[in-house]
């Protein structure tokens, strides 16, 4: 054993990790070169605290000598131990890290070795912290994309938005200027053919009775009424009158028609301008309903459900007739080949506001589409049939008068659109508004 033991202090003198070897009492029996240089103490006093029976830990502790002596442990288990990153105060006052290791010998003695690792777990620990901060600084940075995206999104939403309303208004304003030049320019010769009509039918009554007179002056002249009842025979004289009755009738009824529309088309562009009246919406929704007959025409059936008595709304009535425009117009779209649009008009159940509901018997909204339809410029529709901006429009003027627009869907079941808007727009409310009464207009 005393052999064995000798070797191992040649082994432990040239070591750079610091040894001790230690009695069953945790006596310093051996210590090398390194150990005395991290107890700090010169030679001879080392030498004289160990003669005094100097423990390991009163002459180098650790942060474990006092509850967990790995030598100890290492007897008990009789096996080498080995514990990383212990620390102790080197002589010099100096906070240094160790591995630890205890290998307990056959008479109970035991070897501990301590290896300085301090520069390593600086240097691991620098390193640990490096990669912290820069993990940190990572997060903050991709923190600051997502808020920049968000703002960015923000900002292009709001960009959709503006160009959406410059679009509206440019549309608006331009139907407005078309609609009413188109009214004016059909009125004058409408006006004509009205007006003249009436001469005209009264003029052949005129000339008819004096045809019948001229008939009785001839009743005995039986050679010119010969002659004259052969020419009313070659130009079928009885149909030609009853048809020229119907003609007038009907130019009469045409007539009628085109100044019909011309009073739709005026009354739809009569407040591009962006002035509050009151308005009759059940007439205005009428107004659009004729606007897109031929849209309508011997394919769609109009179901109308009308509340009686319902007040009037102070809104702007250009712009409202635009979103029922939409919807309907969109409705009709929806419907391939025939099919139904119901509008029920009624007062909204807080009563202070009048509902609109347009429901058809298209193919639906798809569910992924729900979501997306009030967006300016979504459309499923071909390029040029469609700009999506109907219903973004229609949703902007219905909050803007204060009021609501909802929808709902299933596809395979048609689509409704509900159009709530109050009796009066939220600015108004509480004050009289006469009927295109500059005082009481305001742009929405
Ligand atoms: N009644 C409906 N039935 C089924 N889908 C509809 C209906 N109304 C609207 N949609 C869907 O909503 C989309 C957006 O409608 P919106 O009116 O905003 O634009 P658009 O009709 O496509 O184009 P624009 O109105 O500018 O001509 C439509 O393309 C369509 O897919
Ligand atoms: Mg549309």
Known sequence: MAEVLEQVRELLEGSVDAAVILDGERRILYYNRAYQELTGLRGRALEKRIKQGAHCYEVFPLEICENACLGCRAREVSRPLRVDEIRAMRGDGEELTFIVAAVPLADGKIIETYRDVTADVRIQRRLQELLKRERQQKEILEDKVVERTGELEAAMAELRQAQAQLVHQEKMSSLGRLVAGI?????????????????????????????????????????????????????????????????????????????????????????????????????????????????????????????????????????????????????????????????????????????????????????????????????????????????????????????????????????????????????????????????????I
Request: aromatic share 6%; charged share 30%.
């Open 183 to 443: 009214a004016h320019e059909l009125n004058n010769p409408i006006n004509f053919v009205y007006g003249n009509v009436d001469f005209l039918g009264r003029y052949m009554e005129d000339l008819l009775s004096l045809v019948d007179m001229i008939d009785g002056y001839l009743e005995q002249e039986s050679d010119l009424r010969d002659a004259v009842e052969s020419r009313k025979r070659e130009i079928e004289f009885d149909f030609l009158v009853d048809d020229s009755r119907k003609l007038i009738r009907s130019i009469r009824s045409g007539a009628e028609r085109t100044a019909g529309i011309v009073r739709d088309l005026k009354a739809f562009s009569r407040t591009g301008g962006g002035d509050l009246q009151e308005t009759d919406l059940v007439s205005g929704i009428e107004t659009t309903l004729n606007l897109i007959a031929p849209l309508l025409k011997n394919r769609i059936t109009v179901e109308r459900e009308f509340a009686p008595d319902l007040p009037k709304i102070v809104c702007n009535a250009g712009h409202v007739n635009q979103v029922f425009m939409n919807i309907l117009t969109n409705a009709a779209q929806a419907i391939h080949g025939e099919g139904t649009i119901r509008v029920k008009i009624g007062l909204d159940l807080r009563g202070d506001g009048i509902r609109v509901e347009i429901r058809d018997s298209g193919p639906g909204i798809r569910k992924e589409y729900m979501e997306k339809i009030l967006d300016p410029f979504f459309t499923t529709k071909e390029v040029g049939e469609g700009t999506g901006l109907g219903l973004s429009i229609s949703d902007n003027i219905v909050r803007a008068h204060g009021g609501r627009l909802t929808y709902d869907s299933k596809v395979g079941e048609g689509a409704s659109f509900t159009v709530v808007l109050p009796l009066r727009p939220p600015a108004e409310a509480g004050r009289d508004v006469e009927p295109h009464s500059n005082a009481a207009r305001r742009s």
